[in-house]
């Protein structure tokens, strides 16, 4: 789902030479939108750590996207540089690779862990600080690390890497690993989809019997309490949604593109819409930081503290 320009090792003609000024200007901006990433997620995690009123399952699977989003942010600037400015012998190649794949399919892992937290949060919302614990949650996320790492590690052995061929991901990397991605992705949308629109569904049905409990008279100050926690849990919901749209969105036209390449109805496309793909590909660490800030007040009063120094 990388396409040719982020990581060849020739001039974009296909011999070697210098790149383009345009291959240049997008490569500067690839970095800036990848140290922007970065810094804004390790501002997120920095919040995570030092506020205690964060240290929560579902804040912590936010910090634990957040570390994600750093690795992609860090992995484009840093590799999109060395791309550009060196030849990318194999080593680097199939690393970087192996990194790009890591970070695609650890995001969604912690996209589905985030929503299972939703799916109890909602569906038993009394109950929830009992099944949902921090214990459960640093378990959850440790599988999903072993499991990110297994299922990407093959690229560094079966590969199609060729000395004086470019590191395009859909020449190095073997047709099995690009439809592994394509399934997990596809997979992740349809079912966060289905899961998403149920879950608003029982949060609209629960708001309106506890809205219902809190007018009679039998209403009681542990009523009104769990009343305002299943809404921060909603707002949650929402917030969450909207990160899973923003991710899908980002990467559907690489997938979608991928998608055809593997099924051999066309190339992938060069030019702008290559451009376009890449700039929405490498986005998304830091849009989500933009959405935590909007959404969240915790993490929003946490990230000025932090950038305050207190």
């Known amino acids: 789902m990388y396409e040719e320009s982020e990581w060849s090792s020739r001039a974009p003609n296909g011999t070697e030479g210098e790149p383009t000024s345009a291959d240049g200007t997008f490569a500067y901006l690839y970095v800036a939108i990848g140290v922007a990433g970065m810094l804004a997620n390790g501002l997120v995690v920095v919040a995570f750590v030092r506020s205690d009123f964060l240290d929560e399952p579902a804040y ?30 194999k080593a680097r190649c199939l690393f970087g690779l192996f990194m790009l794949q890591s970070t695609i399919n650890g995001q969604c892992l912690v996209i589905v862990l985030i929503t299972g937290d939703r799916y ?45 061929n470019s590191c395009s991901y859909y020449e190095v990397a073997p047709t099995v690993s690009l439809c592994k991605n394509v399934v997990i992705v596809l997979v992740c949308g349809i079912a ?9 569904l029982i949060a609209r049905k629960h708001m309106r019997q506890m809205q219902s409990e809190q007018s009679s008279l039998s209403s009681t100050q542990q009523n009104l309490a769990n009343i305002i926690d299943f809404r921060q849990q909603v707002k949650l919901l929402k917030t969450f949604f909207i990160v899973v749209g923003l991710y899908f969105f980002c990467y559907g036209p690489a997938v979608l593109m991928t998608l055809l390449r593997v ?19 490498f986005s998304n660490p830091f849009l989500d930081v ?21």
């Open 60 to 89: 912590r699977l936010i910090a634990a996207l957040a570390a994600v989003d750093f690795v992609a942010g860090l992995t484009t600037a840093t590799l999109t540089s060395i791309s550009y400015l060196f030849v990318m012998n």
């Open 120 to 164: 109890v949060a909602v569906n038993s919302p009394l109950r929830y600080k009992d099944i949902v614990t921090n214990r459960i949650v640093d378990i959850s996320l440790a599988i999903a690390l072993v499991t990110t790492i297994l299922i990407n590690i093959s690229i560094l052995f079966y590969n199609k890497f060729e000395k004086g």
């Open 192 to 200: 966060m989809t289905i899961v998403y629109s149920r879950l608003m």
């Open 263 to 281: 099924v051999g109805v066309c190339d992938y496309p060069a030019g702008i819409y290559r451009n376009f793909n890449s700039i929405l590909l």
């Open 290 to 310: 933009v959405i935590y800030s909007w959404r969240l007040e915790e993490y929003r009063k946490a990230l000025i503290k932090v950038l305050r120094c207190n």
